[in-house]
C-alpha cells in the first residue's frame, strides 16, 4: 500500500469516525450534559463534511467539486462557533442565548456575502477575504474556548475536592493540538505543496478523532443534575469574582463561628476521606448554606475548597506513607486518602509538598 493509498484509507476512517461519534453525542445515551452534547455533536458533523469532497471522489472515483458548494461552505463556517457553544454548555448548562448573542451572527453575515460576490464573479477581492474571515473566525473561537475552559477549571475548585473527570483537560488538549496543526498546514500553504502535507495532517487529525472519541465518551456530568442545586454551584462562581470588592455575606462573629465548627467537624468526622466530597454535601453536614460556606473558606481560610480539602487528605496520605507497618501501595493510599485516581494523588502531593509520595515515603525518618 502506497502512501496515497494509505491517506485515502485514514480519510475514510475520519469522516467514518466524526460521523458515527456525532450520532452517538447526538442519541447521548447516557443522558449527560445534554445541552454540551448536542452542540458537540453537531460540530462533530460539521467537522466531518470538510472530508466529504475526498470521500466522494473516492466513491465516483472522479473529482466533485463539493467545497464549491455555496450551502455547505456557508454551513461549514459555523463548525468552530457549534464547537464554543458546546464549550460554553459544558462550563455552564444553565447558559441560555440571549438577543446580544446575535453578534455570533457578524462572521457568518460577512462571510456570506463575500460568498454571494464570489458567486456573482468578483472573486478577486472576496476570495482574499474569504480567507480571512475563515481564518478570523477560528482563531477567534478557539481562543476564547480556551480561555472558557481554564475558568470552568478555576471556577470547579470552589466546590468540588476530585476535579480530575470535571476539568475538562481533554478539550483544552485538543485546542492545543488543532491550533498547532493549523498553524502548520497554513506555513506549508504559504511556503511548500500543501498536498505533500496531506497524509501527515490526516494522521494528525485521525489521533486527535480518537481522542476526543474516548474523553467525551466518557465525560461525567460535570455539575449535579437537580437544577437548584446547580443554580447554587453557578451562583457561587459568580461570587467569588464579587469577593475581591470584599462583599460581606456575613458578620465576622458569624464567620468565625461556622469557620471553628468546620475544623472541628474536618478533625473529628473527617469527611475528607469521601472522594465524591463537594461543597454541596459539606454545607449539609455544616447545616449551612453553600454561598456562606464558600466564603468561609474563601474568606477564613484564603483559600478555594480544592486546596482546602486536598490539604486534610495529603496530611492524612502523609500519616500513611510514614507508617512502617502500612501495607498500602501508593495507589491504595490515594484511595485511602479520599483521592479518585493515583495521577490526581501525585500532582496535588507534588504541588502541595514538592516532593512525589514515593519520594516523601522513601526518605521518611520513620521507616
Same mark, same amino acid.
Given at each position: ?58 466513491? %465516483? ?29 459544558? %462550563? ?254 501525585? %500532582? ?20
Amino acid at each position: 500500500m502506497n502512501t496515497s493509498e494509505l491517506n485515502s484509507f485514514i480519510v475514510i476512517l475520519i469522516y467514518g469516525s466524526l460521523v458515527l461519534l456525532s450520532l452517538l453525542k447526538l442519541a447521548n445515551p447516557l443522558k449527560v450534559n445534554r445541552k454540551a452534547n448536542l452542540w458537540f455533536g453537531i460540530f462533530l458533523f460539521l467537522w466531518s463534511t470538510f472530508w466529504l469532497d475526498e470521500i466522494l471522489f473516492l466513491v %465516483t472515483g472522479g473529482k466533485v467539486e463539493f467545497q464549491s458548494l455555496f450551502l455547505v461552505r456557508f454551513i461549514q463556517f459555523f463548525t468552530p462557533v457549534f464547537f464554543y457553544f458546546s464549550v460554553l454548555l459544558y %462550563t455552564n448548562p444553565s447558559f441560555k442565548f440571549t438577543i446580544t448573542d446575535l453578534k455570533f451572527l457578524l462572521f457568518p453575515i460577512a462571510f456570506l456575502i463575500c460568498l454571494v460576490g464570489i458567486s456573482l464573479g468578483y472573486s478577486s477581492p472576496f476570495e482574499y477575504l474569504n480567507i480571512m474571515l475563515i481564518l478570523a473566525q477560528a482563531l477567534l473561537y478557539t481562543g476564547v474556548s480556551y480561555i472558557t475552559i481554564r475558568q470552568h477549571q478555576r471556577k470547579i475548585q470552589q466546590f468540588s475536592s476530585n476535579t480530575e473527570e470535571i476539568d475538562l483537560n481533554w478539550l483544552e488538549y485538543i485546542i492545543v493540538v488543532l491550533f498547532i496543526v493549523n498553524i502548520i498546514y497554513i506555513i506549508y500553504n504559504l511556503f511548500y505543496d500543501p498536498k505533500s502535507l496531506n497524509f501527515f495532517i490526516n494522521s494528525v487529525f485521525l489521533l486527535v478523532i480518537y481522542w476526543v472519541a474516548y474523553y467525551s465518551l466518557k465525560q461525567k456530568e460535570i455539575y449535579p443534575i437537580e437544577e437548584k442545586q446547580r443554580q447554587e454551584l453557578i451562583s457561587i462562581d459568580e461570587e467569588v469574582h464579587e469577593e475581591k470588592i470584599k462583599r460581606k455575606l456575613i458578620s465576622d462573629e458569624e464567620l468565625l463561628k461556622i469557620k471553628m465548627e468546620l475544623e472541628e467537624i474536618m478533625n473529628s468526622q473527617q469527611p475528607y476521606l469521601d472522594s465524591e466530597l463537594n461543597l454541596i454535601k459539606m454545607a449539609e453536614i455544616l447545616s449551612v448554606s453553600t454561598h456562606h460556606l464558600s466564603y468561609v473558606i474563601n474568606t477564613g481560610f484564603e483559600k478555594n475548597f480544592f486546596q482546602y480539602v486536598n490539604e486534610y487528605r495529603i496530611e492524612y496520605a502523609k500519616i500513611l506513607l510514614k507508617d512502617p507497618e502500612s501495607k498500602f501501595s501508593i495507589l491504595g493510599i490515594a484511595y485511602e486518602s479520599g483521592f479518585n485516581s493515583k495521577t490526581s494523588f501525585n %500532582t496535588t502531593f507534588k504541588k502541595m509538598t514538592g516532593q512525589t509520595p514515593s519520594e516523601y515515603r522513601k526518605i521518611s525518618p520513620d521507616l
